[in-house]
């Protein structure tokens, strides 16, 4: 999209042919005799010329209409139309110029703006460069949905006690809802996913446009005479209040109302809200959500015959253990009463006496002997030949201490003894002069020596 740009120039028609005029009155201008040449122009050639003709023609100023297709998008830009009960208009508001505005733009919102047509030149689109925003009051379609609102709930059409509950586990449910819409393969894909094990029939019918409420209202009474469905479900995906009005129109409203089989109605998105809603049973906030709450009735089910399985599982386990345990006593008791364990239990109680009498033998033996080893260590203890052993080693340690202390032990290790002219041992060097005689005693002998 691009913004206005102002030019001159103008573009008038006559007799088939189409010149420029600068001057903005138009020339009339023959059919080309000569063909195809050089009158003809390219596309974009074209479509600039148209743009100049719009933009020069058309000078800004105010439209009033109700706000439709409402985008934001991320670059601050917000595309919209302005529609009334004859047309649609295409507009944008730029970035700087919806930052300044104080109205809150939304769908079906009625409004006066001021803007100047300009043509998005890539596409060949006409559009209105909004430059400011008035709310005009409540939009046409927003109003009417509110006066049917009242009017049918005060002739009950939405009273509580006119909701009827869901069955717990419906094992055939009609969707009527557009067969090629993505609401309905969302729809089933969930019910796939969650193993969901009831029969769904899609009915199929317009859920947008001139006709459509009239369709599935059509489609909801077929439905209830064929007496096959449990549940029904109308709905479709999210759109504008325009996509979803089919499901504000009166026809339908009362037909849900007026339906025996329970109905959930799931329309649009969480935010949408339709008069079918209000006159269902139940509402969901979208088809996916209607197919969990159907489907988890089911799963709610399932998980509850599963635990009754395994705890009818384990108290089957546990009784055939208790059986098992009450057969095994009553065999041991059958078999303890039988002539073959009374020999049996006779010969375990002569096999017991013999191993205790074993027992007895061996612990008086074992006594007696250990008796007599005391008796027999005692004995010894005073007998005159252990005395004499003891003390002969006793002797024999001291002889071999006077011996290692005896003067030829320590010759014969070496040492010897210096004995004076007196042949007493010299114990001193002070006791020894020079020229003194001295005799030296070795182990194999002794030897005369001479101080010096």
């Known amino acids: 999209m691009t913004p206005p740009t102002g030019s001159e120039g103008e573009f008038s028609r006559a007799g088939g042919g189409v010149t420029r005029s600068r ?3 138009g020339e009339a201008g023959g059919t080309d005799e000569a063909g195809p040449g050089a009158g003809v122009i390219s596309v974009g050639e074209f479509t600039r010329r148209v743009k100049r003709l719009l933009e020069d023609g058309m000078p800004a100023g105010w439209v009033r209409g109700e706000v439709s297709n409402l985008k934001t998008q991320g670059s601050g830009h917000v595309y919209f139309s302005l529609k009334d009960a004859e047309a649609t208009l ?3 508001l730029f970035r700087g110029d919806a930052a300044r505005q104080s109205v809150v733009l939304r769908d079906g919102l009625q409004v006066v703006v001021f803007g100047q047509v300009s043509v998005y030149e890539p596409r060949g689109q006409y559009q209105l460069v909004v430059r400011a925003v008035v709310e005009d009051g409540v939009g046409r379609l927003q109003r009417e949905f509110e006066a049917l609102k009242r009017r049918l709930a005060e002739e009950g059409l939405f009273a509580p006690e006119r909701k009827r509950a869901l069955p717990e586990m419906p094992r ?5 809802t557009s067969p090629t819409g993505a609401a309905v393969q969302d729809f089933i894909q969930i019910l796939r996913r969650r193993s969901w094990r009831g029969r769904l029939v899609i009915l199929p019918a317009k859920v947008q446009g001139e006709g459509a409420a009239a369709e599935m209202a059509a489609m909801l009474r077929a439905a209830e ?3 096959m469905f449990d549940l029904l479900v109308i709905g479709r995906g999210g759109g504008s209040l325009e996509d979803l009005w089919a499901f504000n129109e009166e026809p339908l409203v009362r037909a849900v109302a007026a339906c ?21 049973d139940l509402r969901a906030e979208t088809p996916s959500a209607a197919a969990e709450l159907i489907s988890s009735r089911f799963i709610a089910c399932v998980e509850r015959v599963t635990r009754a399985a395994e705890r009818l599982g384990r108290e089957v386990e546990a009784g055939a253990e208790a059986a098992r345990r009450r057969l095994e006593h009553a065999g041991s008791r059958l078999r303890l009463l039988t002539p073959a364990a009374l020999v049996e239990r006779g010969y375990l109680r002569v096999d017991d006496q013999r191993n205790r009498l074993e027992a007895a033998l061996h612990r008086s033996v074992r006594e007696r002997r250990h008796a007599l080893t005391q008796r027999a ?4 203890r005073v007998s005159p030949e252990m005395r ?11 002889w071999k201490r006077l011996e290692a202390a005896s003067p030829a032990s320590v010759l014969n290790r070496g040492f010897v003894i ?10 001193r060097r002070q006791a020894l002069a020079a020229g003194a005689r001295v005799s030296a005693e070795f182990a194999d002998g002794r030897a005369s020596l001479t101080v010096d």
């Open 388 to 398: 004499i052993r003891l003390e002969s080693q006793r002797l024999l340690g001291l």
């Open 418 to 427: 210096l004995r004076d002219g007196a042949g007493q041992p010299v114990l």
């Open 23 to 25: 001057s903005g009155r």
């Open 90 to 92: 295409s507009a944008v």
């Open 377 to 380: 260590a005692a004995f010894a």
């Open 225 to 227: 005479a064929l007496g």
């Open 260 to 280: 025996t089989v329970p109905i959930v109605s799931a329309v649009g998105h969480e935010i949408d809200i339709t008069l079918c809603d209000f006159a269902a």
């Open 172 to 176: 055939t449910i009609g969707f009527v």
